[in-house]
């Protein structure tokens, strides 16, 4: 029986700290205090003292300048 497809994004090959940034200088922001505090929560959550890439990242991602949940 053959297997259907995954629908989710291929995982890339390389580590986040090594690929280059895909947004043009002028598209780069700032994280907001809101979204700093979750991302220290996250890391706290997980044991870190301080928030690392992945959780910066976390941040930026999902959550709105407010600190509310993207949509």
Do not use: I
Request: zero cysteines.
């Amino acid at each position: 029986m053959p297997t259907t497809p995954s629908r989710a994004h291929p995982r890339p090959k390389t580590k986040p700290w090594t690929r280059p940034n895909p947004k043009p200088p002028a598209a780069r922001g700032h994280l907001t205090t809101a979204q700093k505090q979750a991302a220290q929560q996250r890391a706290e959550n997980a044991g870190r003292r301080y928030p690392n890439l992945v959780d910066n990242m976390w941040a930026s991602r999902h959550l709105a300048k407010d600190g509310s949940p993207k949509n």
